[in-house]
């Protein structure tokens, strides 16, 4: 069956007609404190809580606030993490972005500030005021954009490696300390008979994480966020050749090497659950799915460490790839106070505890919203480790402009297979920067 | 032969008022069909004049921002690599399925057609179809664990006849993976051909092959000289039907590789949409569509002058 691509033609035309027309009508929102709440009407929910597993957390949450305000009713689009990408840039484009919306930080966010399509929310989330004091101001700061507060954060992110101590322990290997002795483990571990570490790059993100914790390690900072800005990108520091070389180093003697690229990310994932493979590189919200009482691997068999930082290498060896992720609220909505009531409601302390224990395991941005006595330890231990970042590395592919994102993508997946060189990834990032400008 | 009565003013202007009111009538009678002109037009026309004007555009999706850059679109499609990429890769979908969904089908169809129980030859194009009948989505999660490198069944059976050294990523190498997915393609839509010969074949006339029979033509003779030339018209068109097809794919990429591994596998349907909705590039994305829009619309007169030609040879 094909799809009729005149069909897709005619989506990209009325979305672009329709942004066209509409899209210039958008004009900066700041929201009222004092504005009354008016319980009625509909209000439009875009979460990124679309898998089978997380689904549920909304669905409960909508169905409380509704029993609570009759009047209201709260309808959900619910996407996965791959999916929410292609929907949110649809009903930008369509003039019909729901009232309140998912958003990572960075360039992605910034896009809805740049557009006047998010509500500036200082008034009511900034530092001093009684909402903001109940979320970590850390992640509050993560959506300020030209020294306002757009975002309203949920959950806290970051990626570790993931292991299992039952193999960690019969191979006799220890936490590594650096990258060298992260590849000898590997060396030790393969030679028992286990894949050293489970990687499905079919969705070609996964390799971009990998790179994204090296950046960080290899390239200053400064470097690093002078690059992030198109107008100002150059990527000519020598971190991001020497962090590409390390990635080939991980990929060659700890994983299966070009054939990643043929799996999905979701069956090497499932290699660490099952107690084929030692080691899984994932981010905290998906240590629940790891090992749970239905896993091979039990959650005290699990543990988890940072991607080891090469020894000298000239970027922050005690930087961390991650961020909070959070929602927005639409300049268009019909209702703001009624969504900013909603998102209050969201992040309620209670709620929080729901959201950060399992099956959800996500750690929740809200101050009293993670209980350690409810949660998976090893989402608490990833907690405390991310207070003691001393930089939080974006994605990759969300903090760049979408061209530079995709040329990052795909030349990544191609390095990963084995037909582009370092230098050419390079410069095909750098091809896409300039056309970016 | 009565000559005409002169024309006088009078019956000049009585005939007059005749042929306005019947162009009149003939006009109000449109009102009935306006409502389906005006949603052709609306959901057909426009979108097509509209993605032209789109394509002549750069557009920022978050600000509403339009830029006029003429014709720049269109010249970006010329340097740019996966367009030519997607070019090729469109290009071999539409080989490969003439060669198995034209003529394999055809082929096929003529062996079932062939047999003398009617109960067999149901059960045989029932079996081909079933493929046909499931979604493409399924079809491509399916393929995907075939494919699945070591514990996928390709790779199974390959280690299991001796040739393990073939075994390889096969959605995962840039070499392999288009031919991954024409082949999944190949085995969901070859049934449904089969199934349209078998209709064509079973309208030619019993009696041309008695006849051809008595004149000593074998299995063979018969399928070229009666079967082959009778069904043609079925033939062209889905050789036509089938290119434009590999021109409009989609899904099965999208499913399959969503155009990786490094846009290897990107058709034009894939890269208009990675464009489009993934780069934040409308305008650039509206001139790949109008690209595509080119080549099957060639590919719809191709069809129009070849359904004409052959209703005028008959």
């Known amino acids: 069956m094909r799809l009729p691509t005149l069909s897709l033609t005619a989506a990209v035309a009325l979305a672009a007609s329709l942004g066209w027309t509409g899209g210039a009508a958008a004009e900066t929102a700041i929201a009222d404190p004092a504005a009354p709440v008016q319980y009625s009407g509909t209000l439009k929910v875009l979460t990124k809580f679309g898998t089978q597993r997380l689904q549920p957390y909304f669905v409960g949450i909508a169905k409380a606030y509704e029993a609570a305000h009759p009047g209201v009713t709260v309808e959900l689009i619910q996407e996965d993490d791959d999916s929410v990408k292609g929907k949110t840039k649809t009903l930008v484009a369509s003039n019909a972005i729901p009232d309140v919306f998912f958003s990572w930080t960075g360039t992605w966010g910034g896009n809805f500030v740049r557009g006047k399509r998010a509500v500036d929310l200082t008034p009511v989330i900034g530092p001093d005021t009684d909402w903001g004091k109940t979320l970590a101001s850390a992640a509050v700061g993560s959506f300020v954009y030209n020294g306002k507060y757009y975002g309203i954060p949920l959950y806290l992110d970051a990626k570790f490696m993931g292991y299992n101590k039952t193999i960690f322990s019969k191979v006799g290997v220890e936490v590594p300390k650096d990258l060298d002795g992260l590849l000898a483990a590997c060396d030790k571990i393969k030679a028992a008979g286990y894949t050293p570490i489970a990687i499905g790059n079919k969705e070609p993100w996964v390799a971009v994480h990998y790179l994204g914790q090296l950046l960080a390690y290899d390239v200053p900072k400064d470097a690093l966020e002078k690059d992030f800005d198109p107008a100002t990108a150059t990527y000519d520091d020598p971190g991001y050749v020497a962090a590409l070389g390390q990635f080939r180093q991980i990929a060659d003697r700890c994983t299966v090497g070009a054939d990643m690229n043929g799996i999905a990310y979701q069956a090497a994932l499932q290699d660490l659950s099952d107690g084929k493979a030692a080691m899984y590189y994932q981010e905290i919200i998906e240590f629940d799915n790891s090992a749970n009482g239905s896993t091979k691997l039990k959650p005290e068999e699990f543990g988890f460490f940072r991607l080891p930082a090469p020894a000298g290498a000239k970027g922050d060896p005690n930087a961390l790839e991650g961020a909070p992720e959070g929602y927005m609220i639409s300049t268009a909505s019909a209702n703001v106070p009624l969504a900013l009531d909603f998102m209050k409601f969201v992040t309620t302390p209670e709620n929080g505890k729901v959201l950060s224990a399992p099956p959800y395991g996500q750690p929740s941005a809200v101050i009293g919203g993670a209980d350690p006595a409810t949660m998976n330890p090893a989402v608490v231990g990833g907690l405390e480790d991310l207070a003691k970042a001393s930089y939080l590395m974006q994605w990759l592919d969300t903090v760049n402009h979408p061209k530079v994102a995709a040329a990052w993508l795909s030349s990544l997946q191609a390095f990963a297979g084995g037909t582009m060189a370092a230098d050419d990834v390079m410069a095909a990032v750098r091809t896409a920067a300039q056309a970016a400008k | 032969m009565a000559a005409n009565p002169p024309l006088t003013s009078k019956g000049a202007a009585a005939r007059g008022t005749r042929s306005s009111g019947a162009v009149l009538r003939r006009l109000w009678a449109l009102r009935w069909i306006a409502i389906a002109i005006g949603i052709v037009g609306w959901f057909v026309y426009y979108p097509i004049v509209n993605n032209f004007l789109v394509s002549r555009t750069n557009q920022d999706i978050f600000t509403g921002e339009v830029t006029n850059v003429g014709l720049d679109n269109y010249r970006r499609l010329a340097s740019d690599p996966v367009i030519w990429t997607a070019l090729k890769?469109?290009?071999?979908?539409?080989?490969?399925?003439?060669?198995?969904?034209?003529?394999?089908?055809?082929?096929?169809?003529?062996?079932?057609?062939?047999?003398?129980?009617?109960?067999?030859?149901?059960?045989?194009?029932?079996?081909?179809?079933?493929?046909?009948?499931?979604?493409?989505?399924?079809?491509?999660?399916?393929?995907?664990?075939?494919?699945?490198?070591?514990?996928?069944?390709?790779?199974?059976?390959?280690?299991?006849?001796?040739?393990?050294?073939?075994?390889?990523?096969?959605?995962?190498?840039?070499?392999?993976?288009?031919?991954?997915?024409?082949?999944?393609?190949?085995?969901?839509?070859?049934?449904?051909?089969?199934?349209?010969?078998?209709?064509?074949?079973?309208?030619?006339?019993?009696?041309?092959?008695?006849?051809?029979?008595?004149?000593?033509?074998?299995?063979?003779?018969?399928?070229?000289?009666?079967?082959?030339?009778?069904?043609?018209?079925?033939?062209?068109?889905?050789?036509?039907?089938?290119?434009?097809?590999?021109?409009?794919?989609?899904?099965?990429?999208?499913?399959?590789?969503?155009?990786?591994?490094?846009?290897?596998?990107?058709?034009?349907?894939?890269?208009?949409?990675?464009?489009?909705?993934t780069q934040n590039d409308m305008g650039y994305a509206a001139a790949v569509g109008s690209l595509i829009f080119g080549i099957t619309m060639l590919c719809g007169v191709a069809q129009l002058w070849y359904t004409r030609r052959r209703r005028v040879l008959a």
């Open chain 2, 89 to 277: 890769n469109n290009s071999l979908y539409a080989v490969l399925s003439i060669i198995f969904q034209v003529f394999a089908a055809f082929w096929l169809a003529a062996i079932i057609e062939g047999l003398k129980s009617e109960r067999w030859r149901s059960i045989w194009r029932a079996v081909y179809f079933i493929p046909s009948a499931i979604s493409t989505t399924v079809t491509g999660l399916l393929f995907y664990f075939i494919y699945q490198p070591n514990i996928g069944i390709l790779d199974g059976l390959l280690t299991e006849f001796g040739l393990a050294h073939l075994s390889r990523v096969w959605l995962g190498d840039p070499t392999t993976a288009i031919y991954a997915i024409i082949a999944m393609s190949q085995w969901q839509g070859f049934g449904y051909s089969t199934l349209l010969f078998s209709v064509a074949i079973q309208k030619i006339p019993q009696e041309l092959y008695d006849a051809a029979r008595m004149d000593g033509a074998g299995p063979f003779r018969q399928l070229i000289s009666i079967t082959l030339p009778l069904t043609r018209e079925m033939t062209g068109m889905m050789i036509i039907v089938t290119v434009t097809g590999a021109f409009q794919v989609f899904n099965e990429v999208m499913v399959m590789t969503a155009g990786g591994p490094n846009n290897s596998t990107q058709v034009l349907g894939t890269w208009l949409y990675e464009q489009g909705f």
